[in-house]
C-alpha cells in the first residue's frame, strides 16, 4: 500500500525552464509535508517543507504547492540549474515523528 | 551546528556474517533518529525511529535490530545477513515533528 506516489520516475527540463514534480497521496490525515533532494551515494537534502494549512510556500526557487481536495503536492522550481539533476523525494506525515516516502524522481535538467 | 555521521561509507559482507553500522549526531540534544533504507531503485523505506534513549519502534519485520546506548547514538545490527539486506543504509535526526535530516549512508553489499 503505497501511501505516497511520485509517477513520474524522470524528468528532463531544459535549463532555464520550469521543472514541476508531482506527488500524490492517499491519507487524507497527512498534515506535513516535506521535498528532498538527493545526488547518488549521498543523504537526501531538506529542500522546502509545507503544512497542511497553507496551500503555497515559497523559498528562492524552490516553491510548494499543496492542492488538500486532490491530495496532491507538487514542487515548482525556476529556473532550472543544471545543478539541480538530482533525485528529489516528497514525504508525508500525520502528526507523529514518522515520514512516508515516495519512490522519487530523477530529475534531469540539461544545459 | 548540527552534525550526523555515518560510518563505513561503504561495506561488502558475506550472507551470513554479522552487521553493525554506527549513527551519532552532534549539536542538538535528545534528538529523534531514524533508520531507512533505500534497495536499488526503489524509495526510502523506514526501518526503525526512535523518541529516546533505549526506545526503539520497528516498522518492518526482518532480521535487523536497532539499539541506542546514548542520547544521540543509533546502531543498526544484524546477527546474519541475507542477500536482500544490500542496500543503501541512511540514518537521519530531527527535532520533536520538524524536518529530518540525513547522513552521508552506508552502501552495503551482501555477497
Known amino acids: 500500500d503505497q501511501q505516497v506516489k511520485q509517477n513520474s520516475p524522470s524528468l528532463s527540463v531544459q535549463e532555464g525552464r520550469i521543472s514541476i514534480l508531482n506527488c500524490d497521496y492517499t491519507?487524507?490525515?497527512?498534515?506535513?509535508f516535506l521535498w528532498y533532494k538527493k545526488y547518488p551515494a549521498e543523504g537526501p537534502t531538506f529542500l522546502i517543507s509545507?503544512?497542511?494549512?497553507?496551500d503555497k510556500n515559497e523559498d528562492g526557487r524552490f516553491t510548494v504547492f499543496l492542492n488538500k481536495s486532490a491530495k496532491h503536492l507538487s514542487l515548482h522550481i525556476v529556473p532550472s540549474q543544471p545543478g539541480d539533476s538530482a533525485v528529489y523525494f516528497c514525504?508525508?506525515?500525520?502528526?507523529?515523528?514518522?515520514?512516508?516516502f515516495g519512490t522519487g524522481t530523477r530529475l534531469k535538467v540539461l544545459a | 551546528s548540527q552534525t550526523i555521521h555515518q560510518w563505513p561509507a561503504t561495506l561488502v559482507q558475506p550472507v551470513g556474517s554479522p552487521l553493525s553500522l554506527e549513527c551519532t549526531v552532534e549539536?542538538?540534544?535528545?534528538?529523534?533518529l531514524y533508520w531507512y533504507r533505500q534497495a536499488a531503485g526503489r524509495g526510502l523505506q523506514l526501518l526503525f525511529y526512535s523518541v529516546g534513549i533505549g526506545q526503539i519502534s520497528s516498522e518492518v519485520p526482518q532480521n535487523l535490530s536497532a539499539s541506542r546506548p546514548q542520547d544521540r547514538q543509533f546502531i543498526l545490527s544484524s546477527k546474519k545477513l541475507l542477500l536482500s539486506d544490500s542496500g543503501f543504509y541512511l540514518c537521519?535526526?530531527?527535532?520533536?515533528?520538524?524536518?529530518?535530516?540525513f547522513g552521508p549512508g552506508t552502501r552495503l553489499t551482501v555477497t
Open positions: 514525504a508525508a506525515s500525520s502528526g507523529t515523528y514518522k515520514y512516508i
Open positions: 491519507n487524507s490525515m497527512f498534515d506535513y
Open positions: 537521519a535526526w530531527s527535532a520533536l515533528r520538524g524536518e529530518q535530516y
Open positions: 549539536g542538538t540534544s535528545n534528538p529523534n
Open positions: 509545507i503544512s497542511s494549512i497553507k
